[in-house]
């Protein structure tokens, strides 16, 4: 199965039900399906040939999933791009990916006018409407021309089989420079039909999308969805979260995802406490670590909702492990099991197995695992030995099989000649009561070599209590484990994934 076939599928099993929903209009997958056929008629006729990259620099809509699809259906691979790239970062992605086109939204348009002549394998631009700026030598076509005036007589015929790259998502570089990762249709259904599975999705799902799609985890609400004849709700407001809970409410959602910061905001910065979801069956969290603490507040505000805590990277497409709801409460602060069809434990540097509660590194195996870094066969070699994929999370396994983080490889710090886990003293800082969220980072000590520095985000009620903070976290947590330094901010530096920007802290 190929991820076109997804739309294909659908259309024919559940042609009229509504397949994506936008700021008060759907389309359903019959149309879905016709538009992302024409619209790959197009790409081929504009030269798009079988494996060539398109660059798609779009916000979440129902265009966004014509696009997406529709490249696929042309033979193309999918190179997603976020909305908050600076004009030098998009043109560097651009040109790393070779893209052939650029499908783009027209308020992005400020965004390439002055790099879109250094993109050299560009062949053309594809805007949602006719722009106002015109590019000197490269073709400009819109969306309208090819979904709304043209009308196929055919369907899009490209030999492709599911081992062949269907997507590069760039990874969201939060601790170093972004990394290509090439996934193929194999990986990506195959880790869509293991999340349909535990998560039990059916036609009459509905999810709340408010996860950029450009991010993997993003991209999974759309392909599972879809796969299953679901309706995939879209907000792009999350900025003003309590007309997005509203916007649950109304839309009957049964399903929402998010991040940690997403959770931290609708714990803090919403009347979450005041709703009923009536509709609701589950919500997933993924893309980091959210405290135990925290995900009791969670699961008991969303009750009786499922709480499914989910772990994975974007090399793994991304999904890995998950807790069983029913098994959360006795396993907080776990990353749960496998998922369906694919392998998760705790292995040596050589990929072997090692015993429960013994600690070492968080590996993956199955049909998930990218087919490598594009254009950086190194890096590929250093984290995929013997079809593993080594996380770079270390970690241990329990009794009962289950998995924990305990920290990654590189942010272990060595305070006075002993290691010291950044993770363990965020997760102590972040219990505290007046802490909304924090992060930890290593700085240089004069006479420890190494020390602790937390940048801590307070709740709305509380002041600035540096002193009091370390008098709490003296009862958590060994002496030489204190941060040496803690420093109160407002907020700490997030990319579009909702990930801490670490280099942005070590700036700082």
């Given at each position: ?13 559940h ?37 060539e ?20 259906k ?6 997603a ?7 030098e970062?998009?043109?560097e ?26 993109c ?89 999308a ?25 907000d ?64 008991r ?188 901010v ?5 990319n ?13």
């Open positions: 199965m190929l991820l076109g076939d997804i739309v294909k599928k659908s259309a024919h099993l042609g009229e039900r509504e397949a994506v929903w936008f700021k008060g209009k759907s389309i359903s997958y019959d149309e879905l399906d016709k538009k992302t056929d024409a619209l790959a008629l197009g790409l081929i006729e504009c030269g798009i040939k079988k494996g990259r398109v660059a798609l620099l779009y916000e979440n809509s129902i265009d966004y999933a014509i696009a997406f699809f529709a490249i696929t042309a033979g193309g691979v999918i190179v791009l976020s909305a908050e790239l600076s004009s970062n998009l043109c992605l651009i040109n790393h990916c070779e893209a052939s086109a650029l499908i783009i939204q027209n308020r992005y348009i400020n965004k390439i006018i002055d790099i879109y002549d250094k050299e394998t560009l062949k053309f631009i594809l805007c949602g409407d006719q722009p106002d700026f015109t590019f000197d030598n490269l073709p400009i076509y819109t969306l309208k021309q090819f979904c709304d005036d043209h009308h196929p007589a055919s369907e899009p015929i490209v030999r492709a089989i599911d081992i062949d790259l269907a997507a590069i998502v760039y990874t969201s570089g939060s601790t170093g420079k972004p990394k290509g990762v090439m996934l193929s249709h194999l990986n990506l259904i195959s880790n869509t039909r293991s999340i349909v599975e535990y998560l039990n999705l059916t036609k009459d799902d509905r999810i709340m408010v996860l950029p799609f450009s991010y993997v985890y993003g991209t999974t609400l759309l392909l599972t969805h879809l796969y299953c004849g679901g309706t995939v709700l879209i792009n407001g999350f900025s003003y979260p309590n007309k997005v809970l509203e916007n649950m409410q109304t839309l009957k959602a049964t399903g929402f995802a998010g991040v940690p910061s997403t959770y931290m905001i609708l714990l803090s910065k919403s009347i979450l406490a005041d709703m009923k979801f009536h509709h609701l069956r589950y919500i997933t969290q993924a893309g980091g670590s959210l405290p135990a603490d925290l995900q009791k507040q969670v699961s505000k969303f009750s009786p909702a499922k709480f499914f805590v989910m772990y994975g990277a974007t090399e793994l497409s991304p999904r890995l492990t998950y807790i069983p709801p029913e098994k959360l409460e006795k396993k907080w602060g776990s990353i749960g099991i496998a998922i369906p069809n694919c392998e998760a434990y705790i292995s040596d540097k050589d990929g072997n197995a090692m015993m429960p509660f013994t600690e070492g590194e968080i590996v993956g195996r199955g049909s998930n695992v990218m087919i490598g870094y594009w254009k950086d066969p190194q890096a590929t070699a250093e984290v995929i030995r013997g079809g593993v994929y080594f996380t770079g999370d270390r970690g241990y396994m329990d009794e009962d099989g289950f998995l924990y983080v305990s920290g990654r490889k590189d942010d272990m710090l060595k305070v006075g000649g002993k290691k010291v886990s950044a993770r363990e003293i965020e997760d102590a800082v972040a219990s505290l009561s007046c802490v909304q969220e924090a992060a930890v980072i290593g700085v240089n000590h004069p006479i420890l070599g190494q020390a602790a520095k937390a940048f801590v985000v307070l709740k709305p009620a509380f002041i600035h209590i540096e002193d009091d903070i370390k008098m709490m976290l003296d009862k958590k947590l060994p002496r030489y484990k204190l941060p040496s330094q803690i420093c109160i407002s907020n700490l530096p997030k579009s994934s909702g990930k801490i920007m670490r280099k942005e802290l070590e700036k700082m």
